[in-house]
């Protein structure tokens, strides 16, 4: 999968890749949440912006964060924002990554990574689409579709408490899982003509 400016251009002639595209066509304009699974490096990111760009909201923003570089206390502030004086250090307002990706879609990369208390903050966005900045008082209306990425087997971790049940059914409306690179060996020329042509 390779991106070309915004839009994503996806280079496959691989049935699998095929039917996964297809796929994510048309369940792009229905709104639904979706999880991408499959290796690192798989383009998971990539497809998430052709579902969000073959969206209804198109027009509107494509915010992407992966959730595995953050502690708890930073993913919170960069998911939901903050309050002037919510903190010490806190001298203004700050929109999290939720707010600005409202009329849009927001792409949780490694959403494994996440803890069990932000799946649980997580998963109230979802069923009330709204939330609190930190320090605030009053809920923020938010119209988010959410997209979540893992490269780690979900129905696994369910199973061991480490991932919520119910968060896992409200992302996984719809399930894609990309192939790796080594089981679309067809798509090794076109992707070598592609890189010799945009770097010559």
């Known amino acids: 999968l390779m991106e070309s400016g915004k839009k994503p251009l996806i280079i496959t002639q691989n049935p699998k890749m095929q039917k996964i ?14 999880i991408i699974t499959g290796e690192s490096g798989t383009g998971k990111e990539l ?3 052709y579902i969000h760009y073959n969206s209804l ?11 595995g570089v953050f502690s708890e206390e930073l993913l919170a502030n960069e998911l939901f924002g903050h309050e002037k004086g919510a903190f010490t250090g806190a001298t203004t307002t700050k929109k999290g990554l939720i707010e600005i990706a409202d009329k849009g879609t927001l792409f949780l990369d490694e959403i494994t990574e996440m803890s069990l208390s932000m799946q649980a903050k997580l998963l109230r966005v979802i069923q009330e689409k709204e939330f609190l900045r930190l320090g605030g008082t009053t ?6 579709r959410f997209i ?5 087997d979900l129905k696994t971790l369910v199973k061991e408490g480490k991932f919520r049940e119910d968060l896992y059914y409200r992302l996984c409306v719809v399930s894609l899982e990309l192939p790796p690179l080594s089981e679309r060996k067809e798509d090794i020329p076109l ?5 010799l042509k945009k770097y010559s």
Not at 21 to 34: F, G, P, R, S, Y
Not at 191 to 195: D, E, H, R, S
């Open 21 to 34: 595209l297809e796929t994510a066509k048309q369940i792009a304009t229905t709104d639904c949440n979706v």
């Open 47 to 49: 497809l998430a912006r």
């Open 57 to 67: 909201r198109a027009d509107g923003p494509f915010v992407a964060i992966n959730c």
């Open 139 to 144: 809920p923020i209306k938010v119209d988010v």
């Open 148 to 152: 979540a990425a893992t490269n780690k």
């Open 191 to 195: 992707l070598a003509y592609y890189f």
